[in-house]
């Protein structure tokens, strides 16, 4: 079980920082920054920049994503925003639209 | 999916709104308002007002508290602000700073009592108590009877008068002083 969940039907307006895992199934707007993962359901709405270890996106995230680790965008999932990650993954199916940043 | 959870290892600045329940063991500093349940966990702290249809706090919170429903104060809460709901309880070990009223539209017909043992409703006087009748006396106790039996002398002049032998009376006399002398040993 995740540390944090962000269930459907709540929203967040504001910075959310953490040291642990964040679900997001819900609406955040603001700002999500964690030193672990973060994964943003089908159903979840972010305006935020997102700044996680790694971080799995289902839902809709537009603002710019931060990964120590990776960043996978799965079908269904719509990212608009700069990608900065060592690691990408982008589904079949997947929305995207914004720079990539790989550190090459 | 309904039930959210802020984690003990996370932060939020700003307002939390939504339908459902929410668990904070977290902290935030913001505005909490929920529609469902409201659980502040040991170690949460919030800072803001505070608001669900049931609330059950064992943390800190500073602001105030709206139950719809309840706010319970559980042992380790402390509470900085104002609680309204028209249920409230507050359990031994929870501290408030500020205005407790029991407020909304109670159910009639049913008793008010505190749901568990550990916590009791604190009930604001807004209204002025129910008189309390004046103990009628009772015409029946006699009134002569109260002030007769520690001030009886020991001593019967028919003993005395009985027995030609020079010991006095030792029974009643002794347990007077007996009891006193024996108090004074003790200590």
Same mark, same amino acid.
């Given at each position: 079980?995740?540390?944090?969940?962000?269930?459907?039907?709540?929203?967040?307006?504001?910075?959310?920082?953490?040291?642990?895992?964040?679900?997001?199934?819900?609406?955040?707007?603001?700002?999500?920054?964690?030193?672990?993962?973060?994964?943003?359901?089908?159903?979840?709405?972010?305006?935020?920049?997102?700044?996680?270890?790694?971080?799995?996106?289902?839902?809709?995230?537009?603002?710019?994503?931060?990964?120590?680790?990776?960043?996978?965008?799965?079908?269904?999932?719509?990212?608009?925003?700069?990608?900065?990650?060592?690691?990408?993954?982008?589904?079949?199916?997947?929305?995207?639209?914004?720079?990539?940043?790989?550190?090459? | 999916?309904?039930?959210?959870?802020?984690?003990?290892?996370?932060?939020?600045?700003?307002?939390?709104?939504?339908?459902?329940?929410?668990? %904070?063991?977290?902290?935030?500093?913001?505005?909490?308002?929920?529609?469902?349940?409201?659980?502040?966990?040991?170690?949460?702290?919030?800072?803001?007002?505070?608001?669900?249809?049931?609330?059950?706090?064992?943390?800190?919170?500073?602001?105030?508290?709206?139950?719809?429903?309840?706010?319970?104060?559980?042992?380790?809460?402390?509470?900085?602000?104002?609680?309204?709901?028209?249920? %409230?309880?507050?359990?031994?070990?929870?501290?408030?700073?500020?205005?407790?009223?029991?407020?909304?539209?109670?159910?009639?017909?049913?008793?008010?009592?505190?749901?568990?043992?550990?916590?009791?409703?604190?009930?604001?006087?807004?209204?002025?108590?129910?008189?309390?009748?004046?103990?009628?006396?009772?015409?029946?106790?006699?009134?002569?009877?109260?002030?007769?039996?520690?001030?009886?002398?020991?001593?019967?002049?028919?003993?005395?008068?009985?027995?030609?032998?020079?010991?006095?009376?030792?029974?009643?006399?002794?347990?007077?002083?007996?009891?006193?002398?024996?108090?004074?040993?003790?200590?």
């Amino acid at each position: 079980m995740a540390g944090t969940v962000i269930g459907e039907g709540l929203s967040i307006e504001g910075d959310v920082s953490s040291e642990e895992e964040v679900v997001v199934q819900g609406n955040l707007r603001g700002k999500l920054t964690t030193t672990d993962a973060v994964s943003v359901g089908s159903s979840a709405v972010i305006e935020a920049d997102v700044s996680a270890q790694s971080l799995t996106i289902a839902g809709q995230v537009t603002g710019d994503v931060t990964a120590a680790e990776r960043v996978d965008l799965q079908a269904g999932g719509r990212l608009i925003g700069d990608v900065k990650a060592s690691r990408l993954t982008i589904a079949d199916g997947a929305s995207f639209k914004g720079n990539v940043d790989m550190d090459v | 999916m309904n039930g959210s959870v802020i984690g003990r290892g996370t932060v939020v600045r700003g307002n939390v709104r939504g339908s459902g329940s929410l668990e %904070i063991l977290g902290r935030v500093e913001g505005d909490v308002s929920v529609s469902g349940e409201l659980l502040l966990g040991e170690e949460s702290a919030v800072k803001g007002s505070v608001s669900g249809s049931h609330i059950t706090v064992s943390g800190a919170v500073q602001g105030d508290v709206r139950g719809s429903e309840a706010v319970l104060l559980e042992r380790g809460a402390r509470v900085v602000g104002d609680l309204t709901a028209p249920r %409230i309880g507050v359990a031994t070990g929870a501290l408030v700073k500020g205005l407790v009223r029991t407020d909304g539209e109670p159910v009639l017909g049913t008793p008010r009592r505190p749901a568990t043992a550990g916590a009791r409703p604190v009930a604001f006087p807004a209204r002025a108590p129910a008189p309390v009748p004046a103990p009628a006396p009772k015409p029946s106790e006699p009134s002569e009877t109260v002030e007769e039996p520690e001030s009886e002398p020991p001593p019967l002049p028919q003993e005395k008068a009985a027995r030609e032998a020079p010991p006095p009376p030792v029974v009643p006399a002794l347990a007077k002083g007996a009891k006193a002398k024996k108090k004074k040993r003790e200590d």
